[in-house]
């Protein structure tokens, strides 16, 4: 079984990316953190101004999963700058069903997308991953990525709601 | 010393490529800076921006040694986060040696955390040297979290030759 195309995401998809993301946090081990809802991925990346853009692998319906889906992989990215060098896109999510690895999906999906940061002039990828995730790491690195934490000493960091609430009031 | 906090103009590109290659200076990368002032100017102030950037300006009278009012930017842009949305960047963030100590470096990020809130933004994230101890004690202060320590988060990047190889391998 290989048969799969890649397309945008469409408005209609946005259950199947909710699904989608809520399977990525359950193996991140994450899964009750994900608090987005069908409606926020309707108006956050089919708005005006969208939010992010979202690329979905789909399988013909003779192919469908177990639970009876066709849509079995997607990619979520936006752009972001970096005042260096300009443009950049930003993977934000990736990720293919367990039943459906090993055709060549994932592979297919970061070579669409670095070919539309190339079109739309960007000069780099960019991405997080988690430390303990090493096939991911070995997945990205036998392509090309550096690792920007080691190599540079990045270091993520977040200031949450409760505190930017604190901050935007004092001025 | 009086300082305001603004929104920064297409004539503010000059002034904010030169704090960028200040930065970049003193992050001990700046060889780093390929961008010009008018590849900023038409990045940031077209009908579709890739970031947002604010300035802070100083009267003629508290004028820097060289002559400059514009002494501190905060540079920013929207992301996505698919587990709980909207999310706002600091991409830089950067006051000039001789004005620092007199909160410009807080008001410029408070009114950044606003517009961050007034958009919807569930957090803001950026990342930060792991030798940058002021600018570690500094976000600490105001209740960032370091999530490269607390969850292991590692920042990777496909750039140059690694971008272009991965885009020709696509279909």
Known sequence: ?171 | MNYTVRDSTPGDCKDIMRLIVDLAEYEKMPNEVKLSHKELEADGFSSNPFFKCLVAEVPEEFKSKEGHTIVGYGFYFFTYCTWKGRVVYLEDLYVMPEFRGKGIGKALMSRIAQIGRAQGCVRMQFTVLDWNKPSLDFYSSQGALNLTAAEGWQLLRFEGEALEKLAQSAN
Request: glycine share 6%; proline share 3%; charged share 30%.
């Open chain 1, 1 to 171: 079984m290989a048969n799969f195309i890649l397309r945008k995401a469409e408005p209609k998809d946005v259950s199947d990316i909710l699904r989608l993301i809520k399977e990525l946090a359950k193996f991140e081990e994450m899964e009750d953190q994900v608090l987005l809802t069908e409606k926020d991925l309707l108006d956050d990346g089919f708005g005006e101004h969208p939010f992010y853009h979202c690329v979905v692998a789909e399988v013909p319906n003779e192919q469908q999963s177990s639970e009876g889906h066709t849509v079995v992989g997607f990619a979520m990215y936006y752009f972001t700058y970096d005042p260096w060098i300009g443009k950049l896109l930003y993977l934000e999510d990736f990720y293919v069903m367990k039943e459906y690895r090993g055709y060549g999906m994932g592979s297919k999906i970061l070579k669409h997308l670095s070919h539309t940061a190339v079109k739309t002039r960007c000069s780099s990828m960019h991405f997080i991953v988690a430390e303990w995730n090493k096939p991911s790491i070995e997945f990205y690195k036998r392509r090309g990525a550096s690792d920007l934490s080691s190599e540079e000493g990045w270091r993520l960091f977040e200031i949450d709601k409760q505190y930017l609430v604190k901050m935007s009031s004092k001025e």
